[in-house]
């Protein structure tokens, strides 16, 4: 029953901006810590951008600066607000949620972000 679904991403020039969205169903939204995470071919998946429950958020120190993460109570739904893209932040970017007492995550099925010029 439980589901996230990515939408948003795209290609772009370095530079640009980019703006995805995550939609949640079948969870307790308020009690869930929400998180954005991007894998890259050959690498491993990391972090990029993090809200807990309570609304504090966290970033990995290549985002800072540069990526906003940010939240609809009412429609369920975590942004990942992405300005001044690099070529580097190419990946496959995969919304995550984890009951802020629990041990499972549950994952979207991500969505390709192409920064390229």
């Known amino acids: 029953q439980v589901q996230l679904v990515e939408s948003g991403g795209g290609l772009v020039q370095p530079g640009g901006s980019l703006r995805l969205s995550c939609a949640a169903s079948?969870?307790?939204?308020?009690?869930?810590?929400m998180g954005w995470y991007r894998q890259a071919p050959g690498k491993q998946r990391e972090l990029v951008a993090g809200m807990a429950s309570g609304g504090n958020t966290n970033y990995a120190d290549s985002v800072k600066g540069r990526f906003t993460v940010s939240r609809d109570i009412a429609k369920k739904t975590v942004y990942l607000q992405m300005d001044s893209l690099k070529p580097e932040d190419t990946a496959v970017y995969y919304c995550n949620a984890k009951y802020k007492f629990g041990s499972y995550d549950y994952w979207g099925q991500g969505t390709q972000v192409t920064v390229s010029s």
């Open positions: 079948g969870i307790i939204f308020s009690l869930v810590n």
